[in-house]
């Protein structure tokens, strides 16, 4: 091949070498999608919030075409894994799954070094879980005025446990004993395990329970149920009467559960991981799983839960105040 020609080749090669390397996709871009999300869970495995992750995971995972791992963070009362998070780079490539205990964080630990309510992007409600007033069959209290009545003439004596300062058992019990002006001695726990176990040996009087929790001790005399904290019966115990129905004051504990993101996150990325999670909590599989464990599915846009986890917020802390309760 003459010189010339074995030049311009040469030139030809170069510049379709350069046009294909122009044409590759840009590296940082690809390590993005195919980087897991991690999902990081404040507390232990076995919770409603570990179930929630463990239920979502796998589909976001399929939707997204992405791998998609649970990390739980426990301790502190979920301030862990929530800090965790508010740390985290606004990659997409983490959220967090919590429930309305981070709210009530927010008055209980006022020296923390975020804002669990300013310093998180909300992305989407998941559900709603109910909890039940229970009492040691012990007690012989079988319905809430009982236990109203009883605390009224013995100040004190009776006593209620919880699975630690701050979780919404305590706090639904404080909102309980504030709404009907009487005193219960609380008997914080570590965990709810050993809670339920005192409560059934009769060690403890009563407590507020999650549905799931409480049902199979309910069904089998080892507890009574006196009332369901809110605002209508739930399908699992239609038979139980809400606290307002049985006569001690309009209680509504419920629990809401839901996604955040770090702070920073794109907008798209919000809007995204929104839209497959309403699709994904549709599913008849995802309900089923989450009613069998007392939980309803529920959907909000990012700015619905927002004010919600705001209003929250404010509702707890006016009730913390006025209780005068600290974690600290």
Excluded at 59 to 69: C, D, F, H, M, N
Excluded at 232 to 247: C, D, F, G, I
Aim: with cysteine; proline share 9%.
């Amino acid at each position: 091949m003459p010189s010339t020609r074995r030049q311009a080749a040469a030139f030809v090669l170069g510049c379709a070498a350069l046009v294909s390397a122009f044409a590759q996709p840009a590296p940082s871009a690809s390590a993005a999608g195919a980087a897991p999300l991690r999902l990081i869970v404040p507390f232990t495995p076995g919770t409603g919030i570990d179930l929630i992750a463990r239920t979502v995971g796998p589909k976001l995972a399929e939707r997204l075409g992405r791998p998609v791992v649970v990390d739980n963070r426990a301790g502190a009362s979920g301030n862990i894994g929530t800090e965790a998070v508010v740390r985290a780079a606004p990659n997409g490539t983490t959220l967090l799954v919590s429930v309305n205990t981070l709210v009530m964080n927010r008055s209980l630990y006022p020296k923390l070094p975020f804002d669990p309510v300013k310093d998180l992007v909300p992305v989407s409600l998941t559900s709603w879980g109910q909890l039940v007033l229970v009492a040691s069959p012990r007690t012989n209290y079988t319905s809430a005025a009982q236990l109203v009545a009883a605390a009224r003439q013995r100040p004190g004596a009776i006593n209620y446990a919880s699975p630690g300062v701050g979780t919404p058992h305590h706090l639904s019990m404080e909102l309980f004993k504030a709404t009907n002006q009487v005193f219960l001695t609380h008997i914080p726990y570590r965990g709810t395990a050993p809670a339920v176990t005192d409560l059934l040996g009769g060690q403890v009087d009563v407590a507020f329970l999650p549905i799931h929790v409480a049902l199979p001790h309910i069904k089998a005399g080892k507890l009574n149920a006196l009332a369901i904290g809110s605002e209508k019966r739930h399908a699992l115990l239609p038979q139980v009467p809400t606290v307002e129905e049985a006569r001690a004051g309009k209680v509504n504990v419920d629990m809401w559960y839901g996604v955040f993101a770090p702070p920073g996150t794109s907008p798209d990325f919000v809007q995204r991981i929104n839209r497959e999670l309403r699709e994904i909590l549709a599913a008849p599989d995802v309900r089923t799983a989450f009613e069998t464990q007392g939980m309803d599915p529920a959907t909000s846009s990012p700015d619905e839960f927002r004010r919600l986890v705001e209003q929250d917020s404010d509702r707890w802390a006016r009730l913390i105040k006025a209780q005068g309760i600290t974690a600290e």
